[in-house]
């Protein structure tokens, strides 16, 4: 098979990293209301039943069972055949960015209008095809790190830029999202309608961005076969390459422990704490610990391997999580100390959702290693997959949860068992899934220093080789 894949030379510029940073934050704009108030803007002014909602969530999970993965495939397989000349993943971004604002305003406004069985179909179906629209969108952003970068330095600058847009696109609708619906009220719908249209409008914008500052540097050679990329090659991944393997368990922690938290915190601040705002108090607060991770960790990252940086902050996160449990069991925790302690311990977890994209452009080049083939998207859209799960076992276990802890939105003051059920979904369950991720880096990767040294002489001798074959192709050419 020929070589799969060239180099431009030069190295990433400050355009480059803006232009990478502005792709999770336009995203997560829309994205991060997933696991903040969409379950309340269901249950609580939809009035969908809590536990058909965590069956609805089950059904859009199995779709995205088959979204991500053939979203993926379609993408290898589209630029095998046509080799578009404006790049393999950037004008998949040019075409989902307004279908992902569209979906999304849709889906906070129209069902609003409707009741009963109308109400159902229309948020079923602008959920689908928003959830459609943003893996179009998501999956050739994700994927963009590995065309993005050549070697482990850029990987992690560039993880080091999605991070910090992550934090943005999370923090902002984290931040207004609370405020608003508190101030016309958390039954009602206005707020909601307005969150969902703003962030929905100001993510476009970002998305644009993303797409106009950033370049593909690592092009798929032009002779690579289409009939060589094959949607079955994923299976191929999961038994040569552990990395991936442990990326895909960390995603269904990572993110089932993001999404629990996120969403069962709008219902403790409701019911335990009386108070949704203190959920944007307690948020600007841990803001400072937050800026100053995801400036420090790059460093870190210099000096110490990425995988180990990540495996110690997944382990000290998860260790904040499990003693705030335990201040739940012994004392009243003020919501402040509550908001601050877990965002500190949630947020160190979070430094491994900010930093894995490096990890995924890693398991890529090593599954180029073992397999002599590159295929990003189908890689990447797996490994979204398994974020997906994870989301939808993090919302839909929250969703039947709240019946089981007989949780009653009608109620002024929950009972005890209420109260007690929302501090084990909201903190001591999320400690467990941010321990089960840390055990995924610590038992199942494979690519020591010493393999990612064999890696790298691989990759300059394909470098010799393809300068070789120009000046031979040049020289017939004279």
Not at 91 to 119: E, K, Y
Not at 124 to 151: R, V
Not at 416 to 425: A, D, N, R
Not at 437 to 458: G, Q
Request: charge should be neutral; glycine fraction near 8%.
């Amino acid at each position: 098979m020929e070589t799969t894949a060239k180099l431009k030379r030069g190295g990433l510029s400050a355009k480059h990293w803006f232009g990478y940073m502005f792709g999770d934050f336009g995203g997560c704009m829309t994205f991060a209301l997933m696991a903040s108030i969409f379950s309340m803007y269901c249950t609580n002014v939809l009035k969908i039943d809590a536990t058909l909602m965590g069956i609805l969530t089950i059904i859009w999970t199995i779709w995205d069972a088959v979204n991500d993965p053939m979203m993926g495939a379609i993408m290898d397989k589209a630029f095998s055949k046509s080799k578009n000349k404006n790049g393999k993943f950037r004008p998949w971004l040019l075409r989902a960015t307004p279908l992902v604002a569209v979906t999304a305003i849709a889906m906070w406004t129209v069902p609003t209008f409707l009741d009963g069985i109308p109400l159902l179909i229309s948020l079923f179906s602008f959920k689908i095809l928003y959830e459609a629209s943003y893996t179009m969108f998501n999956i050739p952003m994700g994927s963009l790190i590995s065309a993005m970068s050549t070697n482990d330095i850029e990987r992690a600058s560039l993880s080091s830029a999605r991070g910090v847009g992550s934090m943005f696109g999370n923090m902002i609708p984290g931040m207004i999202g609370p405020v608003i619906i508190g101030l016309f009220g958390e039954n009602t719908s206005t707020g909601y309608m307005i969150v969902g249209s703003v962030c929905a409008i100001f993510g476009f914008v970002i998305c644009l961005l993303h797409y106009f500052l950033t370049e593909e540097r690592r092009v798929v050679n032009e002779k690579t076969n289409t009939d060589e990329i094959k949607v079955t090659d994923i299976i191929t991944v999961f038994k040569k390459n552990p990395a991936f393997v442990a990326l895909c368990i960390h995603g269904v922690c990572i993110c089932t422990m993001q999404y629990l938290t996120e969403n069962i915190s709008m219902y403790m601040y409701s019911a335990v704490y009386n108070d949704v705002t203190y959920k944007t108090i307690a948020s600007v607060l841990s803001m400072p610990f937050m800026a100053v991770s995801m400036a420090a960790v790059p460093f870190l990252c210099k000096k110490f391997d990425l995988e180990k940086v990540i495996r110690w902050c997944l382990l000290i996160g998860g260790a904040i999580c499990a003693i705030l449990f335990v201040m739940h069991m012994v004392m009243n925790v003020d919501p402040l100390i509550h908001g601050v302690i877990l965002g500190t311990g949630s947020g160190m977890a979070m430094v491994s959702i900010q930093m894995q994209w490096g990890l995924v452009g890693e398991s890529i080049d090593y599954n180029e290693y073992v397999t002599n083939k590159r295929t990003e998207g189908s890689i990447y859209g797996t490994f979204n997959l398994s974020r997906r799960i994870g989301q939808a076992i993090g919302l839909g276990f929250s969703f039947f949860a709240l019946d089981w802890i007989n949780y009653n939105p009608e109620l002024a003051i929950q009972t005890s068992t209420t109260i007690f059920g929302f501090k084990v979904l909201c903190v001591l369950i999320p400690a467990l899934f941010i321990l089960g991720s840390w055990a995924a880096f610590k038992f199942v990767w494979n690519i020591t220093p010493k393999v990612r040294a064999e890696m790298a002489k691989a990759k300059e001798l394909q470098l010799a080789n393809d300068d070789a074959t120009t000046e031979v192709s040049a020289t017939s050419e004279n």
